[in-house]
């Protein structure tokens, strides 16, 4: 959070406490008010009876004068009483309503900070390396095995780029609904197995297993539901160690085929399961944390899942890990 924010956030709060605390003793100080009035009225009426009472003149119907008054004095205290706790719940609430929404406010826009600096990073460092790359390959005479190696950086670079751009735009067109939904009879086992064999042919050191059930047929988007499967797998490449598997399971249970993505990385808190599915959202401080990526990928994936009227979920992966889950209803 920069100290500009900080600031601002300090004296916006500070603001509002103050006008709040003026709200309810200004309510406070007119229900007092209103209430010494009505006794001071009360007194005086019941010493005017009094008086007049003592100066022995006869006054008909006095018992019924006293009563009305005394029924009008607690009549007003009862009003004051039940629009003061009227108009406290009003405030209240009001308050609390005003609290959210500011707080909502300035952690979206916290969160869209934190956003454009892992974006910056992300445009910048693919850009870089592959500018560095064909530099190398345009100054210096290499041999065929580190050229090829050069290239498959570059190449792999470039993938990261056009992840991160395509992740942007269709999180865009969602949003604002000018993102047409095809809806198509489609083979996900073919699916899935596509995108794994790019991940095999990206991190040649990795090791992706898979278990795929054959001929699993859906109705859906092909497009977002490649984006879906590559942000789960590649969100469980990032997090897990070089040396560990992430299997990729696809199976049927009973009316439906579910995508299981398990990885062996340092697992996510209860806490934090229901959150890593908002926007912008990554677990940990933005200027410390290490691990690349924008808090957009699994946004999407809950967003694409929920466009296939699919529910996606997060477990953990015993004895360590994550295992994400996309419960898509079968073709029959």
Sequence with gaps: MTKDHSVTRFRTALLYWVLLAYILAALVWWFISLNRQNQSMYELEIHRHNTI???GAVVPGYEQDVQSITETYRKNKAKYIGEGSIFFLLIIVGAVFV???????FKLRQQQQNFMMAVTHELKTPISVTLLNLETLQKYNLTAEKQQKILRNTVDETSRLNNLVNNILISSQLESGKQGSTREDLNLSDLVKDCIYYFRKR????IYTDQLEPELEIKGDPLHLQMLVNNLVENATKYSPRESPVVIRLERESDFVVL????????????EKQKIFSKFYRIGNESTRKTQGTGLGLY???VIARE???DILVTNHIPRGSTFAVHFKRMV
């Design 300 to 302: 999407l994936c809950r």
């Design 260 to 271: 299981k993505i398990s990885d062996e990385g340092p697992g996510i808190p209860d806490v």
């Design 308 to 310: 296939h009227n699919a």
């Design 53 to 55: 009472t003592a100066s």
């Design 99 to 105: 609290f959210r929404s500011v707080r909502r406010q």
């Design 203 to 206: 991190f040649p050191d990795r």
